[in-house]
């Protein structure tokens, strides 16, 4: 009798086994896969690189499909999660997010992929440390670091005792963005938490940090205003914002003597070619950037294997270096897709 339930057992497990395996290798076997790229703003050439480096790896592979969305003119956190849940109803397998806001788009959208098995890679803006859970791993800049980056190159421009400076900033929530703000006041006074106040010799403008919810003709007025003041402050943009506005180059040629004399100094993140082409025409100062195009290749390696093979990324975040432009080097200091 024990023998009998012995031999039973074993073969029962040999057939669960099979099953298993058999259940796993068509889940992996699966004729296409489908990744959204999930960008802050969709009309916006930063993620739109990203959509073609995952693209560019998607035609490496054999079954695999990229599809683009987004909210679209502007950084709405309501319509980049309203947009995720239509996809996720669209037979979309994963999705490769750009976060605006932590809080809102876990609780209206990532809680319901979670429920689905949808897995979700983050990239550009990562979400907030207590929402990580929800994400497989974020690929993209270290947004602490590139803040600080930004933040010792405005020291190269100051000119008086207690130095004023402006921030620009799109949606007030957004992670990637709060992290570079914290790192330019880390870089000017050792500190990250509260606004500069001249104890470090800087001093942020009363009216700033501007927040411009990625809205361009909004972003352009701001640095328009700010470049007509007699003593205008430094001009530091965390991301592109004014400078992705078509119209900025023809708005900004008022200014351009007061840019040129180093009376009214810009720099900004990000060197998508309409910045380098201001940088060009000597409307941009000296400008920081990324690697839209890696982030979104890397992402859709990541995810693909994850679906093909069930393999989780190794680290929770991969870091990608950044890169300087200005007037001397705007040729040849970057590559855009």
Request: proline share 3%; glycine share 6%; charged share 25%.
């Amino acid at each position: 009798m024990e023998l009998f339930f012995c031999r039973f057992f074993s073969r029962s497990l040999s057939v669960l086994g099979i099953l298993c395996a058999v259940t796993l290798t068509q889940a992996y076997a699966k004729e296409e896969f489908t990744i959204a790229v999930i960008g802050k703003t969709k009309n916006d050439s930063f993620y739109e690189q990203s959509f073609k480096g995952c693209l560019s790896f998607a035609v490496k592979v054999s079954n695999l499909k990229c599809i683009y969305d987004g909210a679209e003119d502007y950084q709405d956190v309501r319509t980049q999660s309203l947009v995720i849940n239509e996809l996720a109803e669209q037979n979309v397998d994963a999705f490769l997010v750009s976060t605006t806001d932590s809080e809102y788009l876990v609780s209206h959208a990532l809680k319901n992929l979670n429920k689905k098995n949808i897995p979700v890679i983050t990239f550009d803006s990562d979400l907030l440390p207590k929402h990580q859970k929800y994400r497989l791993a974020y690929i993209g800049t270290n947004n602490f670091d590139f803040g600080t980056a930004l933040g010792e190159l405005a020291k190269k421009f100051k000119k008086s005792e207690k130095q004023s400076i402006c921030i620009q900033s799109g949606h007030h929530t957004t992670p990637n963005l709060n992290d570079r703000i914290a790192g330019v006041r880390h870089a000017l006074s050792g500190q990250s938490k509260k606004r500069l106040a001249a104890e470090s010799g800087w001093v942020e403008h009363p009216r700033c940090p501007l927040y411009t919810m990625g809205k361009r003709h909004a972003s352009l007025e701001q640095v328009e205003r700010f470049s007509s003041l007699k003593n205008p402050p430094i001009f530091l943009a965390v991301a592109g914002f004014a400078q992705f506005n078509p119209e900025y180059i023809e708005t900004m040629k008022a200014a351009k003597s007061k840019i040129t004399d180093g009376d009214f100094v810009i720099i900004s993140a990000d060197t998508e070619q309409i910045q380098l082409d201001a940088l060009k025409h000597g409307l941009s100062t000296v400008n920081l950037g990324q690697k839209p195009f890696e982030m979104g290749r890397k992402s859709a390696e990541l995810m693909y294997n994850y679906l093909m093979k069930g393999l989780k990324p190794e680290l929770d975040k991969y870091y990608l270096d950044y890169h300087l432009c200005d007037k001397s080097n705007f040729e040849n200091c970057t590559v855009n897709y």
